[in-house]
């Protein structure tokens, strides 16, 4: 049974960092390209950044590009989100999934999310102004 396990979240001030993992259990990595995503109150479901860890390449949303810091290790199959810089608009529910279909992060980044194979349960972010 295939499984996602996302760590690392909590409550920072505007300004400081956290660090996500996302465990994939039952697959490996370096099949899979890997995507983090947030859901804030009455939004949509958002696209933040995405790893493949076939081909290494990487894909930002222009919200996070230059704060967040999306990066893998196929041993330990986990991926890391390494967000800096935080501001409020930044407080969400983080999700990440994992799709065997696509080889590059990009490909992924412009699929629909319903698509996915898999998906974590998500964590909360929340950054107080």
């Known amino acids: 049974q295939v499984q996602l396990v996302e760590s690392g979240g909590g409550l920072v001030k505007a300004g400081g960092s956290l660090r996500l993992s996302c465990v994939l259990s039952g697959a490996a990595l370096d099949v899979h390209v890997m995507g983090w995503f947030r859901q804030a109150p009455g939004k949509e479901r958002e696209g933040v950044s995405y790893i493949s860890g076939r081909d290494g390449s990487i894909y930002y949303a222009r919200s996070v590009k230059g704060r967040f810091t999306i990066s893998r290790d196929n041993a330990k199959n986990t991926v890391y989100l390494q967000m800096d810089t935080l501001n409020p608009e930044d407080t969400a529910v983080y999700y990440c999934?994992?799709?065997?279909?696509?080889?590059?992060?990009?490909?992924?980044?412009?699929?629909?999310?319903?698509?996915?194979?898999?998906w974590g349960q998500g964590i909360q972010v929340t950054v107080a102004s």
């Open positions: 999934a994992a799709d065997g279909t696509f080889l590059t992060a990009q490909a992924m980044a412009v699929s629909p999310t319903g698509t996915y194979d898999y």
